[in-house]
């Protein structure tokens, strides 16, 4: 009977688990740090979206093309748009910096750009998002 109980027990443990991973991740509890390559406009902005960007890679004639995925842990759609450009081993911009690009993110989606560079010297790239009103 104790056998019993305690197997009908984990079941109900792991049921609750399973149910609770189908649910939004709460903004306060996703501890996913913002990339180095990318700043955003303002601390709001820091609760509002996470920013994960995989390792950029070469492409034809030794540019770099770079992929930043962006998600919305907010209920509400945000309005945002980036700019991007590139740099040199050093740091130093090598290629003129892009208008700003309109991003609209559904509540709790994720969506993601590329950007690839023009110039073979780019070692790594620079994104910065901003809050559309």
């Excluded at 509890?29 to 070469?58: F, H, K, S, W």
């Excluded at 208008?99 to 073979?120: F, H, N, W």
Aim: aromatic share 8%; proline share 8%.
């Amino acid at each position: 009977m104790l056998k019993r109980m305690g197997l009908a027990a984990l079941a109900v443990a792991a049921t609750m688990a399973f149910v609770s991973c189908d649910q939004p991740v709460v903004p306060h509890e996703d501890n996913v740090q913002i990339p180095p390559q990318v700043t955003l406009e303002g601390y709001v902005l820091q609760g509002e979206i996470r920013v994960i960007v995989p390792p950029a890679d070469r492409v034809g004639p030794g540019q770099l093309h770079a992929v930043v995925q962006v998600r919305n842990v907010m209920w509400y759609p945000l309005k945002l748009s980036h700019q991007d450009w590139f740099v040199d081993e050093k740091g130093v911009m090598v290629q003129d910096p892009s208008a700003k690009i309109r991003l609209d993110v559904g509540a709790y989606q994720t969506v993601q750009y590329e950007i690839t560079s023009m110039v073979p010297t780019a070692r790594d790239f620079r994104t910065h998002i901003f809050k559309e009103n």
